[in-house]
C-alpha cells in the first residue's frame, strides 16, 4: 500500500478545522496528522509533525496565513502549502505566488475538488483556483521577451496547465497517458526556466504566448 499523505490543518474556527478533517479523513490515502488555530501555533506543529502538506487559512489571529506560509517555505521548502481563504480573493495572493506557494483554494470549493487539490499539489503540481488566476493575471503587464521556442503540443499542453485540471485530468482530454503530460510539463519547465507550472503558467500569459481558456 502506498504510504498515505500526512495533512496539517491551520484555521482558526474548530468547526472549520473538524469539517475538514472529517472530510479528508474519508479519503484512504490522506492522514490528518494536527490541527492548529494559528500560525504561530502551525509552524510549530509542522516542525514537530513534518506532515507532507498543509492547508493554511489565510485570516487568522497572532499569525496570519500569509506570514506563516512565507515562514514556513523558508523553514521547510519541502512542505507543499495550500492556502484557504473565503469567497474573496485579495491582493496578499500575489506575494504568495512570487513565493512559489503551491496552491490557493476558496473554502467554497468542494470536497471532491479538493482532495484532487491536494494530490496535485504534494505530487508536484501547482493549484490555483480560477477565481485566483484570474485576478493573478489581471495585474500582469504584458511585456516582450526573448522567444520561448515550444512545440505546438507544447502550447496545447501549457493552455490546458493554466486550467484547475490535474496532469490527470489533462491526459483524460487529450486521450494520452499522465506519464506523456508530465514529460511535456518538465520540458515546459526547462524551457521556460520556471520552477512550477504556476509561474510558467504566469510567464507564459505575461509574455502572450498563451492565453486564459475559462472553458477548460
Known sequence: MPESIRILIVDDHAVVRKGLAMVLRLESDLEVV???ENGR????AAKNLNPDIVLVDLV????????????????????KVMMLTGTEVDDRVFDLVAAGIEGYVLKNI???????AIHAVVHGEAYLHPDVMK???GRIQPHHAPSISLTPREIEILEWMASPNTYKQIAGQLNVSEETVRSHAKNILEKMK???RAQAVLAAMRVGLIKL???K
Open 194 to 196: 520556471q520552477p512550477n
Open 110 to 116: 468542494e470536497p471532491g475538488e479538493l482532495v484532487r
Open 135 to 137: 485576478k493573478v493575471l
Open 60 to 79: 487568522m489571529p497572532e499569525m496570519d496565513g500569509q506570514e506563516m506560509a512565507l515562514a514556513l517555505r523558508k523553514s521547510n521548502p519541502k512542505i
Open 213 to 215: 481558456d475559462e472553458s
Open 41 to 44: 501555533i502551525g509552524l510549530e
Open 34 to 36: 494536527g490541527e492548529a
